[in-house]
Structure formats: C-alpha cells, structure tokens
C-alpha cells in the first residue's frame, strides 16, 4: 500500500503567529494533550533528474539533513485545498551518510527506488528550517504540530518564510480536520495557498532562467 500522508498547512507570516497557534491548539486539544515543543535543525535539499523528469511526474525528491540524521524522501505534488494536503510520501533512511556528496554517490549507485530512476540527480534548491515540533491528542487521533521558521535558497538568493503544519499521525482524518478549524477559529490564522516547496519551486521557474 502506497504510504500517504495528511496534513493541513497556515501561513505564519504575521506577528506571534506561532504562539497565537500554540495557545489555539491547547486549547482545542486540552494542554495536557499537547506536548513541550522540540526544537530541530533541518536542512532540505531537493533534487532533480536530467530534463525535469520529477517535475513532469510532480515528483517533489529531496535529501534531509535533522540534526546530522540523513533520508532521502519523495512526495507527490499536490495542490493545497483549503489548508488541506493529501499525497503519497515516501522515505528512505540514509545510514552511514555525513554530507550531501555522500548522500548523492548512495542514490546514484543505488539507481533505482520506488520506481524511480535515481541516477544522475542535481540540487536544484534548499530550505533549512528551524522547526519546533509538538505532538498533540485529541479524540483518539495523534498528529504533530510542527512550526517552520524558513529559508529559501534558490539561485543564489534566499526568501525567509514561516508555515505551520499539522500533519497526522494515528487515527481518524476526520478528527484532525475538525481539530484544525477549531485551531483556525482559535489563533485567527489563514490556512496558506501554496506550500513552501512549491514557492521554493515557483521561484526557480522565474529566476533560474536569468
């Protein structure tokens, strides 16, 4: 079975967006089902074959740096609809990996995962985020609440940016979209129209041509 995830996404480019979060879900969720944030440095590397092979296929490929852990991972691009992302992820933990050379020599030689060709991928663009991540209960369903404190580099240039997600863990769906209106009527906040890695992508399109 194909591995798919959801979530729903805010944008948090506005003043204390993150706390205004923080308290709605405590309170939607109870404070006692909500946990402490945790703090992480990532950094994303996405990739891309010759001739845009994933952007035809709407493939989003990237290399995950977490705190010196590696992965490489894939997810389907979709369009965000109400907040709400629906698309098949999938994950390839990348043991003994130090750095993104390293991470490359791996899925060339490995030329084949999931269905895809690996072979001969390039960067194409980063995002390094500093996120803050919280797992919350709430009606038998458990979802993470992560917010990403951003950089977009494309092309030489960067784009600071904040979202907020809410992706499931366990449970029913349902739950978790009852749970995110609740937390939009509570912190005031507007679900975001585009991803990160789609901004990171539309930016490509408009300056990698100059």
């Known amino acids: 079975m194909k591995n798919m995830e959801t979530e729903f996404k805010w944008d948090a480019n506005s003043p204390r967006a993150f706390m205004r979060m923080l308290a709605a879900v405590r309170r ?3 404070k006692e089902n909500v946990s402490s944030p ?3 440095k990532i950094e994303d590397v996405y990739l891309e074959r010759p001739g845009g092979e994933f952007e035809k296929r709407l493939i989003a490929f990237r290399v995950r740096n977490t705190d010196g852990k590696w992965e490489a991972a894939f997810k389907t691009r ?3 609809k109400n907040g709400k992302a629906v698309r098949r992820e999938e994950t ?3 043991a003994n990996i130090k750095n993104l050379a390293d991470a490359l020599e791996f899925l060339n030689a490995k030329k084949r995962w999931k269905g895809l060709d690996i072979t001969g991928l390039r960067p194409v663009f980063s995002i390094r ?3 803050r991540t919280a797992e919350v209960f709430y009606d038998g369903a458990k ?3 992560a917010l990403d404190d951003c950089e977009i580099l494309v092309v030489g ?14 449970g029913s769906a349902e739950k978790m ?5 609740e937390m939009t009527r509570g912190s005031g906040l507007e679900y975001a129209r585009v991803s990160k890695v789609k901004t990171a992508a539309a930016l490509l399109k408009l300056w990698g041509d100059k």
């Open 28 to 30: 939607a969720a109870g």
């Open 143 to 145: 979802a993470e609440l």
């Open 92 to 94: 390839m933990p990348l």
């Open 78 to 80: 979709t369009e965000v």
């Open 157 to 170: 240039r960067r784009v600071c940016m904040k979202e907020i997600e809410l992706e499931l863990k366990q």
């Open 38 to 40: 945790r703090r992480l």
């Open 129 to 131: 985020n500093r996120r």
């Open 177 to 181: 979209e009852r749970l995110a209106r």
